[in-house]
């Protein structure tokens, strides 16, 4: 069984940064992938980033392409999201997700494992 525990959510103006980490407790065997989700408030849950591994091949949505970075330790048992330039519609509650394989790695009704969410506000 796995489990994922996220943490790094916060407050912070437009432009500035947050780190989102979450850690994973059990182990992956083959292909995975992890993906971040976020819902905002009133809106359905999207995704905007997937990290798939091994290899470590990202993905990232149009709406945060050059702002965000999805990453891991070596260990493989943290994954991050580094926030960057952060605007007003980035807030919302982010979700760190992991699948088994490769495919339907955005498909948030198959998705095998999700964490709890971490709140992410950007005031301007």
């Known amino acids: 069984q796995v489990q994922l525990v996220e943490s790094g959510g916060g407050s912070v103006q437009t432009g500035g940064s947050l780190r989102l980490s979450c850690q994973?407790?059990?182990?992956f065997y083959g292909l995975y992938c992890m993906g971040w989700f976020r819902q905002a408030p009133g809106?359905?849950?999207e995704n905007v980033a997937i990290i798939y591994s091994p290899g470590e091949a990202t993905d990232?949505?149009?709406s945060v392409k050059g702002r965000f970075t999805a990453s891991q330790n070596t260990a493989r048992t943290t994954w991050y999201l580094q926030m960057n330039s952060l605007k007003v519609d980035d807030t919302g509650t982010y979700y760190c997700a992991a699948h088994v394989g490769w495919?339907?790695?955005t498909r948030q009704d198959v998705v095998n494992y999700w964490?709890?969410?971490t709140q992410v506000t950007v005031s301007s």
């Open 24 to 27: 994973v407790y059990g182990y």
């Open 43 to 45: 809106k359905e849950r």
């Open 60 to 62: 990232y949505a149009d």
């Open 103 to 105: 495919q339907n790695c």
């Open 115 to 117: 964490g709890q969410g």
